[in-house]
Nanobody, 127 residues
Framework: QVQLVESGGGLVQAGGSLRLSCAAS????????MGWFRQAPGKEREFVAA????????FYADSVKGRFTISRDNAKTTVYLQMNSLKPEDTAVYYC????????????????????WGQGTQVTVSS
């Protein structure tokens, strides 16, 4: 079992930045690939970014590529999402997720592939 707690959400103006954190507890954090997803009101949950167990391999949705950066600190058992150049369409509840895997380099894009989820943190971008 892994417990995930997101933080860092809030209200920001368009063009601004936020850094989300997801603190993990429970089983060995380094055994999990991690992902960030988001869900806007009235929309399906969508993939944002993923990172492998190793810190070297990442993958992004086209809508955030070049603006968002996912990273992880295995010593601190935390995954981050640095969000720059925010747009009103980035407004959503952001969730982190964990997927147990033996592969150090694989990243996962599908929400149904993940084993554990956090409770979410609200990000609101005003125009």
């Amino acid at each position: 079992q892994v417990q995930l707690v997101e933080s860092g959400g809030g209200l920001v103006q368009a063009g601004g930045s936020l850094r989300l954190s997801c603190a993990a507890s429970g089983r060995t954090f380094s055994g999990y690939a991690m992902g960030w997803f988001r869900q806007a009101p009235g929309k399906e949950r969508e993939f944002v970014a993923a990172i492998s167990r190793s810190t070297d391999w990442t993958f992004y949705a086209d809508s955030v590529k070049g603006r968002f950066t996912i990273s992880r600190d295995n010593a601190k058992t935390t995954v981050y999402l640095q969000m720059n150049s925010l747009k009103p369409e980035d407004t959503a509840v952001y969730y982190c997720a964990a997927k147990a895997t033996a592969n150090a380099y694989v990243r996962f894009k599908g929400q149904y592939e993940y084993d554990y989820w956090g409770q979410g943190t609200q990000v609101t971008v005003s125009s």
